[in-house]
């Protein structure tokens, strides 16, 4: 039957999503996330849960896209489930306050009650969270259903034992004396033509479209699946960000980490360009073989690197085929990119990048 499907149509359904698809587009995305950050400024604590910190005891986690699904062949979290449990408990002992952006659980691909049931171990790990208040919970476009199912309230109260309020965003107010700087934080969808839009929209696409196009076996078009679009859609948070009096920004969505505005492979050749200046003929070579064994698996660059300014962050995800997870922690008077790896028997916490965040006022 999905053979005979897939042939009759594949064809109007792939004209579909490129007419209609996801493809980033830079007014839309920006209009959308200015609308949700002056609601934030106007209605705090409606949609957008904002809280202070100070840079001395600021104390955050921020992971993404687990995509928790069915334990079935297509679920992305299985071989992630445990370097995440690991991670989990970590910041749970070191009293880190949790913040899940988005995606949280795979609903475009299965119902909620095979979700709930087979990730109940990393539910009942998150509800230690909840029950000391340590633990926000954001909509991303995968779990969209948490916010257009009229019996979505019950499901979480199954769930995680009481009422669970699912914001749009996050606004880290972090304050050092004087200064002030706003750390706006959400999944990163908003402006996104497939999955941003009105009620009818939403729960066209993560009720019927998207089910249809992974049952036809269709690429998404989305930017966690294309490495082009994973570029264009950073840039335009970035640029975002970069606007005078817009907060520094953390999201998801594109699966891909940024620190500070890079990607690994741009910070790599922001690297070799001071090695090259240093004329650091060492330097040079390792770095040039880093660059060309990380542009077997990515090789888009933004062509002004060298200038960008430390506006954007992302937190890649948690569902890398190879089990590792990466986030994003504020803590220590720092802001980190972090990577959670299985080294045989053991989970092991490797820091990517560092910055203190003093460096965002």
Known sequence: MRRFLQKILTKPVTWLANKYSSRPNLERVHSALTDLYEHSKEYPGKKVMVTEATVSNARFIIFSDQHKGAKDGSDDFMMCEGTYMAALEFYYQQNFHFISLGDEEELWENTVWPVKAKNKDSIDLQKKFLLQQRYTKVYGNHDIFWNNDPFAGMHLYSMYG??????????????????????FCTHGHQGDGQSDGNWFSAWFVSRVWAPLQSFLQINLNIPSASAALKTAHNFFMYQWSEKEKNPVLITGHTHQPVFASLTHLERLYKKLDAARQGDDTSLIEKLRKEIRFKQNEYDYVIGNYAKMKPYYFNTGCCSYVDGDITGIEIADGNIRLIKWT????????????????????
């Open 162 to 183: 009481q009422t669970l309020k699912i914001y749009d965003a996050v606004v880290l107010k972090i304050t050092e004396g004087e200064k002030s700087v706003p750390i």
């Open 342 to 361: 299985r080294k045989e028997d053991n989970y092991e916490r490797i820091l990517l990048e560092e910055m203190p965040l003093s460096q965002l006022f």
